[in-house]
């Protein structure tokens, strides 16, 4: 293999890792702290439990930010969760590169520790109510509650589409073009997760990110666009194929998502579609299970929409697209499923060792992956040069037999695929708009890209 470029790393001042270890991840952690004061005010019992948790976050807090030195997790922490090994394994190996702290390592794998140390914090308490604590619910549940009016425009273009597909048979090249519509959907979706409310952008800047007009007005900010391909592969020989979907945050972009699955579904292109969940709170506002369950409820819920249910046109475009999820569900054509893969801090290049997922993955038609960190993991969360192919930048993936299709709003450094000169073109734009690092544009969720890889070069 000839010579890899070096990943990000949390002290190179040029990186979005400084930012994000210094400024966000305090704020993030601070966020978890107020979170269980809170639950600690609803439910007095835990007072006691509730503290000790704290405590530790706060303890964490200060290490981190005195640039302390990752530490192994110790065979206490491995028995309460035994995905924690993978994570020492990792943390041998990057040692012997250099001394891993948390304000110097890189980027990509520190990170993941963090989330999985705050998760180790409710799993060592006493107190049972702890174990399976999302200490991000209540953001993820107010930020989706606010998106009320994204959620209904995505409901009425569902209705359209829902009676269009009952009412004729539509041929395949319409169905292209609705593809891309829906994909876009899905895409833009991307722009709304929750990790950036701890940086410079606001509630209402990712909520004026949900609606249609804004999409059209973006398709020019989509600095790589493989979709045709993406097309072209699924849509040879017959439809009714199997679509696998790498989720990535909860609220406006899984619904966003399960717009998407329902036009799959709906039109016959697939006839199961498969979405992959984490199994621990990850990255502020990532789906798991159980958000797939309570995004279904709060649909059903007057009292969570109560603007769109005052409607009675409304509350039914909202009823009959919930119970069109719900049906799919039931029917087992719409799967809910995680692994334990997706809250590593491993490449997604070493998908093929993990047999039982690369067994289920060889399965799929198509796999859509969706979002920044997914992207990062699939392109090693590395400074490739810009131009490099993402063929190349997805290593032995790229003959893997997996069908890859990347969903992503730009919030890292990575980005691949581009045009000569455009990495630099727009540097420069953007630092003429009065932004002091002109590469940052990469970091904002304002430019996207549509990636795709067939496995088969
Ligand atoms: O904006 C930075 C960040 O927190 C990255 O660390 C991470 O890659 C990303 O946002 C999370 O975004 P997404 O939810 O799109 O994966
Ligand atoms: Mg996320």
Known sequence: MTQLPKPSFND????????????????????????VDQEVKENPDLKKSGEEIRGKIESFLQYLE?????????????????????????????NKEKRVTWLTGRWLNTECFLYQILKLYFLQSSEKHWHQYDVFQRLKNDTFHQSDTGVLELCKRYNILA???????????SLGILFKEFIDISLWGNATDLSLLAGNVTLEEIKSAQGEENRKKNEKNIVVNNISDAWRALSSGNLGKRVDIILDNAGFE???????????????????????CKEIPWFVSDVMPKD???????????????????????????????????????????????????????????IPKF??????????DLIILKGDLNYRKLTGDLLWDPTTPFKVAIQDLANSKLPLLSLRTCKADVVVGLEN?????????????????????????????????????
């Open 66 to 94: 005195s640039d302390g030195e990752l530490k192994p997790f110790t065979e206490e922490d491995i028995k309460l969760n035994p995905d924690l090994k993978y994570y020492n394994s990792s943390l041998e190996e990057m």
């Open 163 to 173: 009676s269009q597909l009952a009412e004729k048979d539509v041929d395949l090249n």
């Open 254 to 276: 899984l619904f966003a998502d399960l717009i998407l699955v329902l036009f799959l579904l709906d039109s016959n292109i697939a006839s199961e579609v498969h979405l992959h």
């Open 292 to 350: 797939f369950d309570l995004t279904l409820k709060m649909l059903s819920d007057q009292n969570f929409f109560p603007a769109i249910y005052s409607n009675k046109d409304d509350a039914k475009a909202i009823t009959d697209l919930h119970d069109s999820i719900s049906k799919y569900h039931k029917s087992g054509k719409l799967v809910v499923q995680s692994h334990k893969f997706w809250t590593l801090d491993h490449k997604f290049w070493s």
């Open 355 to 364: 047999e039982d997922l690369y067994k289920e993955l060889l399965k799929s």
């Open 12 to 35: 190179d001042p040029k990186s979005f890792a400084f930012p994000s270890a210094h400024k966000r991840w305090p704020i993030i952690l601070k966020g978890a702290i107020d979170d």
């Open 421 to 457: 000169g455009l990495f630099e073109k727009l540097s420069e734009e953007y630092k003429a708009q009065g932004n002091e690092l002109g590469s940052y544009w990469t970091t904002t969720g304002k430019w996207a890209v549509i990636s795709f890889s067939d496995g088969k070069s």
